[in-house]
């Protein structure tokens, strides 16, 4: 969440509705990109190859909404 934000992806949305989003955009991540975030925890950091699909997810969710 904290990288969608901080890089403007989350920028299309209004403030009053980030809490909203943030807790889709989570539920999402556990539902569809789990290998991610399971990376995500074992890295402990965001790796290249980490950056690239957490852009791939952030983008996918975004064009959902």
Known sequence: ???A???GYFN???PEN???IEAKFL???DNFHID?????KK?????????KNLKEA?????DAQ
């Open 43 to 51: 890295e402990r950091a965001v790796t290249d190859e980490i950056e």
């Open 27 to 29: 539920e999402y991540l």
């Open 12 to 14: 299309t949305f209004l």
């Open 58 to 62: 952030i983008q996918k969710f975004i």
């Open 18 to 20: 980030i809490k909203s």
């Open 5 to 7: 934000a901080l890089n």
């Open 1 to 3: 969440v904290l990288y």
């Open 36 to 40: 991610l975030v399971d990376l995500l």
